[in-house]
């Protein structure tokens, strides 16, 4: 139902799921292993994997905090964005990935829910993408003291309103990381 003509397939794009991002994010570890499963199903259902890494001044391109979590393992022929923006599209490769793999349906996960992940999934849906936030597999770290909600109130409101989001020709939606159609 895309607005993307000639495209068919889905992709699991997994965002900046990095160790130093998401080392003191709520539910690390949980979402962590709910995109693990999630990885392992796309592998075996053979939808592709795509890996996108956040580089700044404070998450330099290969340090350790930059590197993904070591309980996910990138197969060498998955491919690997890179950027420094919150949208995972703006001055990346990442529509030029998409494209070879005739992409038009995103289901998407990862971190940060109030930064990278709500940037991402509007880029996607406004460049015409279908696209699927997977409601138990996105996280944050605190930002109280900058006066966010609490991290479960960020990731409630989001799966909230992504859940009603809605476009000519476009679909958007949630689903948990067990339950999440990796095929349209």
């Given at each position: 139902m895309s607005t993307l003509d000639g495209r068919s397939e889905t992709a699991l794009l997994v965002v900046d799921v990095q160790t130093g991002v998401v080392a003191e994010a709520h539910d690390r570890d949980g979402v962590v292993a709910r995109i693990a499963e999630l990885v392992d199903r796309a592998r075996r259902e053979r939808v592709p994997?795509?890996?996108v890494q956040h580089e700044d001044e404070e998450l330099a391109a290969g340090t350790a905090d930059w590197e993904i979590v070591a309980e996910l393992e990138p197969a060498d022929e998955e491919d690997r964005v890179h950027k420094?923006?919150?949208?995972a599209f703006e001055g990346t490769d990442l529509e030029e990935v998409l494209a070879r793999l005739a992409v038009d349906r995103l289901v998407v996960a990862g971190a940060e829910t109030d930064a990278c992940i709500r940037s991402t999934i509007h880029g996607a849906f406004a460049r015409g993408y279908d696209t699927v936030l997977v409601s138990d597999a996105h996280t944050?770290?605190?930002k109280t003291a900058w006066g966010a909600p609490p991290v479960p109130d960020v990731i409630a409101h989001t799966n909230?309103?992504?859940s009603f989001q809605s476009a000519p020709g476009k679909t958007a939606g949630t689903a948990t990381a067990a339950e999440v159609p990796l095929h349209a």
């Amino acid at each position: 139902m895309s607005t993307l003509d000639g495209r068919s397939e889905t992709a699991l794009l997994v965002v900046d799921v990095q160790t130093g991002v998401v080392a003191e994010a709520h539910d690390r570890d949980g979402v962590v292993a709910r995109i693990a499963e999630l990885v392992d199903r796309a592998r075996r259902e053979r939808v592709p994997v795509v890996w996108v890494q956040h580089e700044d001044e404070e998450l330099a391109a290969g340090t350790a905090d930059w590197e993904i979590v070591a309980e996910l393992e990138p197969a060498d022929e998955e491919d690997r964005v890179h950027k420094r923006h919150g949208d995972a599209f703006e001055g990346t490769d990442l529509e030029e990935v998409l494209a070879r793999l005739a992409v038009d349906r995103l289901v998407v996960a990862g971190a940060e829910t109030d930064a990278c992940i709500r940037s991402t999934i509007h880029g996607a849906f406004a460049r015409g993408y279908d696209t699927v936030l997977v409601s138990d597999a996105h996280t944050a770290g605190d930002k109280t003291a900058w006066g966010a909600p609490p991290v479960p109130d960020v990731i409630a409101h989001t799966n909230l309103y992504w859940s009603f989001q809605s476009a000519p020709g476009k679909t958007a939606g949630t689903a948990t990381a067990a339950e999440v159609p990796l095929h349209a």
